[in-house]
């Protein structure tokens, strides 16, 4: 893809964000210190969790060739992503509440 082959050729850094149980992923880049978003709309995704597009079990940072170390990049991101989403408490809880099918008993 275009983006991995142009911060391969800058030497960026990236890694990809997999929740385990939402269809949506999103690439981080190190800034030299942590990893952050590569785009910012990303922290939103976990206060969007209430309007029924599921929850946050686990979400993995992989890391890749072009992360630099890819074990020193692969890790658990679930905590972070929702403290920079700076829900209330009650709101943590219900975006960690799997959410069951309409149709399900």
């Given amino acids: 893809d ?10 960026v850094h990236l890694r990809l964000c997999c929740p385990a149980d939402w269809d949506h992923v ?8 942590d990893w952050q978003p590569l785009d910012p709309n990303c ?19 992989i890391g890749s060739p072009g992360s630099g170390s890819i074990e020193g990049a692969t ?8 403290r920079r989403a700076g829900g209330s408490d009650d709101e943590e809880k219900g ?3 799997p959410k069951l099918d ?3 008993d």
């Fill in 2 to 11: 275009l983006k991995a082959w142009l911060a391969r050729y800058l030497g």
């Fill in 26 to 33: 999103w690439t981080e880049v190190f800034d030299g210190t």
């Fill in 43 to 61: 922290i939103n995704f976990a206060r969007r969790l209430h309007e029924g597009i599921g929850s946050w079990t686990h979400v993995l940072a």
């Fill in 75 to 82: 890790e658990e991101v679930t905590e972070a992503y929702l």
């Fill in 95 to 97: 975006w960690r509440q």
């Fill in 102 to 104: 309409a149709g399900s």
